[in-house]
């Protein structure tokens, strides 16, 4: 019977084996070789960057997320021992590696490795071209120098043309949580927020505000807790027609 064989050989050598492979073994290296090395040079090979603050889903291939976890989790263990934190002993630390893995790469990072979410784009029926304001959306990012949290609002001005594409409302809090769950810094954020929706909707405007606290003023550094930093971006028209930016400000001014 080669099935109760099979099975034979395998319990086996499992047995046999005690030792701490088995867990992260299949994806997490090509020959030898590790996996983050493997998607660099996908995206050297497309001489395609990757800044904190890009999204890398275009040279993933399945399971890859997943082995990123194992790889990350094996470094920040690394990491803990560096810091002479006994992570045997010390229960609260246990897994502290795996945990912190998962949230970088699943949760706060997840907009470098998650493909842009799918917009349904609807036609301007009805022409509209009337300010439309979105927000307060809230963000939760983190800067690239230290990695700290960045915990703000963002707020959406767009001024659609007779013929701009419209998006669900929904739509813009995913497309800005996309954007924020990157390691960055929010001048580049909010940037490259109102480019993508000056892409995706063609508008004759948009503005973008975003007010954040940044945990690397508060945690660290100054220890300034009040410290806040805004920024805008302003394009179209809202560049062009000042009674129109001062009418977007001012409705978020009230919210
Ligand atoms: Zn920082």
């Not at 990491?79 to 795996?98: A, F, G, P, W, Y």
């Not at 690397?216 to 807790?225: A, F």
Request: hydrophobic share 40%; with cysteine; aromatic share 6%.
């Amino acid at each position: 019977m080669p099935n109760n064989m099979t099975a034979k050989t395998v319990a086996k050598k499992s047995s046999a084996t005690k030792a701490p492979i088995a867990k992260s073994s299949s994806k997490k290296k090509e020959d030898g070789v590790p996996l983050s090395v493997v998607i660099r040079r996908r995206i050297q090979a497309k001489k395609a960057r990757f800044h904190a603050n890009d999204n890398i889903s275009a040279f993933l291939e399945p399971g890859d997320i997943e082995g990123l976890v194992d790889e990350v989790a094996e470094k920040m263990q690394g990491v803990l021992e560096s810091l002479v934190i006994d992570t045997q002993s010390d229960h609260n630390t246990k897994n502290t590696s795996r945990r912190v893995a998962k949230m970088y790469v699943q949760e706060v990072f997840s907009g470098r490795y998650q493909e842009q979410p799918a917009l349904t784009k609807f036609p301007n029926v009805s022409h509209l071209n009337e300010l439309m304001i979105i927000g307060p959306i809230t963000v939760r990012s983190a800067c690239s120098h230290h990695l700290c949290p960045i915990m703000g609002r963002v707020w959406i001005g767009v001024l659609p043309s007779k013929n701009s594409a419209l998006i669900g409302l929904s739509k813009y809090s995913r497309l800005t949580e996309w954007v924020m769950c990157r390691p960055q810094i929010q001048e580049e954020a909010v940037v490259e927020l109102a480019d993508m929706l000056e892409k995706k909707i063609k508008p004759v405007g948009v503005a973008v505000v975003m007010d954040a606290d940044h945990f690397c003023m508060q945690w660290r550094g100054v220890k300034d807790r009040d410290s806040k930093m805004i920024n805008s971006v302003m394009r179209g028209a809202f560049l062009r027609d000042s009674n129109l930016r001062r009418e977007f400000l001012a409705l978020i001014e009230r919210k």
